[in-house]
């Protein structure tokens, strides 16, 4: 079961960025099938870990792009990008802390922020891009 589908609508319109959008949205829908199947907690950690890279990677990417466009709004949406960096952590340490997790809160932790980032922050990336062109 997915929590988080791919739509065209999250397209900001950088093909690069955009499949990264779709690789980190199938990440996050293998940690809740793998979190419904009961994964311990040293194993949603691990995959805590791993997304925590991929986004932090996609991050700099799409951070670079928009360095190298002149985004007019790169500081906001960075920012953005600090917070879910900032939650993931906290969440992974608190796994690791307590050896815990709550399936449904870390599935709809992650699936609420990536919906409100791509409906504001990334949905104004796009209409800007297109402004552009």
Do not use: C
């Amino acid at each position: 079961m997915s929590v988080i589908e791919w739509r065209e609508e999250f397209s900001v319109g950088l093909p690069e960025v955009d499949h990264e959008h779709q690789e980190l949205i199938a990440a996050i829908n293998r940690l809740h099938g793998e979190m419904g199947s009961g994964a311990s907690a040293a194993e949603v950690s691990d995959r805590l870990g791993e997304i925590e890279s991929a986004i932090s990677a996609h991050f700099a990417l799409e951070e670079k792009s928009m360095v190298a466009l002149r985004y007019d709004d790169y500081a906001a949406h960075k920012h953005d990008h600090e917070q879910l960096l900032d939650e993931i952590l906290d969440i992974r340490d608190g796994v690791l802390e307590t050896s815990q997790y709550d399936p449904a809160g870390l599935s709809q932790a992650l699936t609420l922020w990536f919906r409100e980032h791509f409906r504001t922050h990334d949905t104004r990336l796009h209409h800007w891009l297109v402004r552009r062109s």
